[in-house]
């Protein structure tokens, strides 16, 4: 489980084919490698992938098929930005939102508009999402917290900060890039336990 809130922006090393389907990714990030062991959790734009190894701030990752084709992690290459964040601990503060790590869909920057102080980017979604997707809910975009600002059919809409613009992937995404997207897993758990009371289901 995570919170959202990057730790540090990290750096692809490499990426290792290892045939079956499934690839072996490096990753360098110092900060998270720091207390970092065989089989922790780290977010990697998002997406929680399993430590299998740790040297000298760089820490590599077995990746799925089933990961690389329904995430934006396939598209990555040596040298990419990613975002990254350490599995929460029990007793820290939770200072964005419950984030599984789990990506539901890949969608796309639509548009940017800088303002004074902060700027707005505007994503697609993929279909289905946007019942779950709620003007000032909260969603995860490439493994940040967010505040939905506005949203429609399929689109919604995001306000950055100027530290999120700087210390995130956010800030270099450009028009018709893809986007890791996670939506609250509280509205999915709603939705089911609604659907079965209307089914008759309620126990």
Known sequence: MFTGIVEELGEIVRTTDTGGDSALVAIRGPLVTSDARHG??????????????????????????????????????PGDPVNLERAAALNSRLGGHLVQGHVDGVGEVL???????????RFRLPAGLSRYVVEKGSITVDGISLTVAGVGDDWFSVGLIPTTLKLTTLGARGVGDPVNLEVDVLAKYVERLLGDRAAGGER
């Open 40 to 77: 922790d959790s780290i977010a990697v734009n998002g997406v929680c992938l399993t430590v299998v190894d740790v040297s000298d701030g760089v820490f590599t990752a077995d990746v799925m098929g089933e990961t690389l084709r329904r995430t934006a992690l396939g598209a990555l290459r």
């Open 111 to 121: 548009s940017r508009e800088p303002a004074a102080q902060w700027e707005t980017v």
